[in-house]
T-cell receptor, first 109, second 116 residues
Framework: QKEVEQDPGPLSVPEGAIVSLNCTYSNSAFQYFMWYRQYSRKGPELLMY????GNKEDGRFTAQVDKSSKYISLFIRDSQPSDSATYLCAIQGAQKLVFGQGTRLTINP | DTGVSQDPRHKITKRGQNVTFRCDPISEHNRLYWYRQTLGQGPEFLTY????????KSRLLSDRFSAERPKGSFSTLEIQRTEQGDSAMYLCASSLGPGLPYNEQFFGPGTRLTVL
């Protein structure tokens, strides 16, 4: 079993839709949870990080962590074509990041 | 540009050849990480440095792989006797630390390796 599981998609939605991306993880010791966005042929860039359980909002993006079920989510409101990218969830281990497989998202105009 | 830079951006080589990649981290960052990303997968950790000391290596880092950070600034990743399975994007990241509970890792654009 992988430490972090993520549905690879692909996911295609119309512009303006609410997008929900999800991951599950296995190690309950993890405390920091991240979402990275990666455009084609580029390195990942950090969107948001969350410590422990709870919600964090930044503009159109909301990150949610439920440690009891080991479930992390990213919600995108009013999705835009420029949001089209691969979204990677990541957990911070001792020093390294453990990534999910990534979900490829396309927002159709 | 003060971000993480990597060179080359793309390398094509024949099986059995040696290749070397370079990473220049953000100047004040003392931690440097290497990850490998294959098509359709998330990045996988290879190794990391605290200044010039290599503190952790993944089981993915076979004997054909070696990484250095001789002066605690830039780093090189060398792959000897390349195999087709080495074809991947090699990502470098850097962060502040230690002493911080959370270290944001900033990624470079990656070096895409194609082994023919």
């Amino acid at each position: 079993q992988k430490e972090v599981e993520q549905d690879p998609g692909p996911l295609s939605v119309p512009e303006g839709a609410i997008v929900s991306l999800n991951c599950t993880y296995s190690n309950s010791a993890f405390q920091y949870f991240m979402w990275y966005r990666q455009y084609s042929r580029k390195g990942p860039e950090l969107l948001m990080y969350t410590y422990s359980s709870g919600n964090k909002e930044d503009g159109r993006f909301t990150a949610q962590v439920d440690k009891s079920s080991k479930y992390i989510s990213l919600f995108i409101r009013d999705s835009q074509p420029s949001d089209s990218a691969t979204y990677l969830c990541a957990i911070q281990g001792a020093q390294k990041l453990v990534f999910g497989q990534g979900t490829r998202l396309t927002i159709n105009p | 540009d003060t971000g993480v830079s990597q060179d080359p951006r793309h390398k094509i080589t024949k099986r059995g050849q040696n290749v070397t990649f370079r990473c220049d981290p953000i100047s004040e960052h003392n931690r440097l990480y290497w990850y490998r990303q294959t098509l359709g997968q998330g990045p996988e950790f290879l190794t990391y440095f605290q200044n010039e000391a290599q503190l952790e290596k993944s089981r993915l880092l076979s004997d054909r792989f070696s990484a250095e950070r001789p002066k605690g600034s830039f780093s090189t990743l060398e792959i000897q006797r390349t195999e087709q399975g080495d074809s991947a994007m090699y990502l470098c990241a850097s962060s502040l630390g230690p002493g911080l509970p959370y270290n944001e890792q900033f990624f470079g654009p990656g070096t895409r390796l194609t082994v023919l």
